[in-house]
């Protein structure tokens, strides 16, 4: 992702980052748990937004969805 690609990012309180791209794909950041950077969450989201690494919201056309915990079925 380049930095035009950034404007959906939103970090949390506890340094979580969290990221919705042009086509509502979701992405965690996990640069800092030595990978290689951005790991794609499944689902998708017009928009995101993230208190803690617990408290993550997040809103389609359809509706607004709090996040499970659980990368594999958000």
Do not use: C, E, F
Request: hydrophobic share 30%; charged share 20%.
């Amino acid at each position: 992702m380049g930095k035009a690609a950034l404007d959906g990012t939103r970090p949390s309180a506890d340094g979580i980052v969290r990221h919705v791209n042009s086509a509502d794909d979701i992405y965690r950041w996990t640069g800092d748990q030595g990978s290689a950077g951005w790991t794609q969450v499944s689902g998708s989201l017009k928009a995101i937004s993230a208190g803690s690494r617990t408290n993550v919201w997040g809103a389609t056309g359809d509706g607004i969805y709090r996040y499970s915990n659980n990368d594999a079925d958000p």
